[in-house]
């Protein structure tokens, strides 16, 4: 009854470099660190992976530069199914980088370099518009030039292909070129730095996804940590309950849900199970550490959502 979903996401790919130390070097200092750990990010890349791991056919739209790092990417997204086809490998500019530097007390230092996820182009969605055209989905962040992000928000709409937007990191945007997107999926912080309004409790929240519909969304969804999810039309307002969990690490959580939402959204599951199900996913993501290493698969997400729902 179900069909097999096909997403491509237009987006970012990372290698995080997390060193962990116990203190940090002071200028012109080298010291011994305790030890390192190889990660992949970027948020285009999590969702992708998350997507996939939910069961969806996936299609990465990225650019990586000519180094270790990027094959690096690319094995990687081999390794989880995820069409790499339109990852590109451009020389003359590093991949995406985030070194990380981690203190005992679990406090970072990151500088992100976004290397070659700053010149995906609209040119390069042109160049995907075939796979683009085949999609159920679209997903799309900001870590890539907000003009690919707007351009590729129209080819979206114009080929009548469902767009996820998730406006990450928070950046000054043109929201009148984004509001064609069927969703719009800000997490708190992003939300009142786009609104300009605060977002501490529920009705915050509420009123958050109110302006932001008023600015010509159709859809909002505010996710809200611990607190679950928001979605907002101009019908109606409704809170989607959280699972309660004792996370680990919750970096990465907003990649699980967005990733996992399109996927069973577009599987054929009605909005409200998918965005149930994408707080259940996003939950048990936190409760391992890391980012893509921390996502379940979908047997493992199946296992839970039962266990979890029968009590309901
Ligand atoms: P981000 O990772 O972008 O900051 P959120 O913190 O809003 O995003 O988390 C995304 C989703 O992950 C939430 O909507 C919720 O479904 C789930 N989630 C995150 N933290 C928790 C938590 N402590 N308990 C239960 N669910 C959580």
Request: charged share 15%.
């Given at each position: 009854m179900f069909k097999s979903p096909r997403i491509a996401v237009v987006g970012s790919a990372n290698t995080d470099l997390t060193t962990f130390s116990d203190v940090f070097?002071?200028?012109g200092e080298t010291i011994?660190?305790?030890?390192?750990d190889l990660g992949f990010g970027g948020k285009g890349a999590?969702?992708?992976?998350?997507?996939?791991?939910?069961?969806?056919?996936?299609?990465?739209?990225?650019?990586?530069?000519?180094?270790?790092?990027?094959?690096a990417t690319v094995k990687n997204f081999a390794s989880f199914g995820i069409d790499s086809t339109?990852?590109?490998?451009?020389?003359?500019?590093?991949?995406?980088?985030?070194?990380?530097?981690?203190?005992?007390n679990g406090q970072n230092r990151i500088i992100v370099v976004k290397g070659a996820n700053d010149i995906l182009m609209p040119a390069d969605v042109d160049a995907a518009a075939d796979t683009l055209r085949n999609?159920?989905?679209?997903?799309?962040?900001?870590?890539?030039?907000?003009?690919?992000?707007?351009?590729?928000?129209?080819?979206?709409r114009q080929h009548n292909i469902r767009c996820i937007v998730n406006p990450a990191p928070a950046a000054p945007v043109r929201l009148a070129e984004l509001a064609a997107a069927d969703y719009f999926v800000p997490n708190e912080t992003e939300a009142?730095?786009?609104?300009?309004?605060?977002?501490?409790?529920i009705d915050d929240a509420k009123k958050c996804a109110a302006a932001l519909l008023q600015k010509g969304?159709?859809?909002?969804?505010?996710?809200?940590?611990?607190?679950?999810?928001?979605?907002?039309?101009?019908?109606?307002?409704?809170?989607?309950?959280?699972f309660q969990v004792t996370p680990k690490d919750t970096t990465g959580a907003g990649d699980a849900f967005i990733g996992s939402f399109s996927a069973f959204l577009a599987e054929g599951l009605p909005e409200q199970e998918a965005l149930s199900r994408a707080n259940l996913y996003a939950a048990v993501s936190t409760l391992r550490v890391g980012t893509q290493k921390s996502f379940p698969k979908r047997s493992e997400f199946e296992d839970e959502w039962n266990r979890r729902t029968?009590?309901?």
């Open positions: 070097p002071r200028p011994f660190g305790k030890s390192f999590n969702q992708a992976v998350a997507a996939r791991l939910c069961g969806a056919e996936v299609a990465m739209i990225a650019k990586v530069g000519n180094d270790l790092f990027g094959e339109h990852v590109r490998i451009v020389d003359g500019v590093s991949s995406g980088v985030a070194p990380i530097f981690v203190e005992p999609s159920d989905t679209i997903i799309l962040q900001f870590e890539i030039p907000l003009e690919t992000v707007y351009y590729t928000v129209h080819f979206a009142e730095a786009i609104s300009g309004l605060p977002v501490h409790s969304f159709r859809k909002v969804i505010l996710t809200l940590g611990a607190r679950g999810s928001l979605l907002a039309t101009a019908q109606a307002t409704e809170v989607i309950a959280p029968a009590k309901l």
